[in-house]
């Protein structure tokens, strides 16, 4: 067994721990200062050729006139069923919690591309602001689903 000794004087001790929380410091600073992605702007969907034009670039190619336009309030707080909803557009990059309080807006239209449905197939686009804040794409019946606007790895 091997034993090491050293001496310290108290000044030694309090400056070794003074520059260990010194070197502590930098690093946390550094650290937070690495370079961010820059954000990404949203579109501005204030017309319906806006719109269509926003889905199209997602790849979904849908009727040029919404089936059905309508407007909300969404509540100061989220709960039931829009907390479960928020839930599908943080997987896709959008929050709803951005906009609670305000008026938003959602415009359905019918998808004419979904893949191994001909019909029956919706994409229903929310905007707050004249800005996209949540999507899906859903079908109902039998083989009803609900599923992103913004399909990841395609």
Known sequence: MLIWTAK????KAVAAVVLMGV???????L???APEEPEVPLPTLS???ERVAYLRSLGWEVEPEPIETLQFLLPAELEEPYRSYNELQLSQGF????CCGKQISRCTYTVTNYPGQAEGVQANLYICEDAPVAGDVCSSGARGFQEPLIQKGE
């Open 8 to 11: 310290f004087s108290r000044k």
């Open 23 to 29: 070197v502590m410091a930098a690093l946390i600073v």
């Open 31 to 33: 650290t937070g200062r």
């Open 47 to 49: 017309t319906n050729e």
């Open 95 to 98: 929050d709803l919690t951005n």
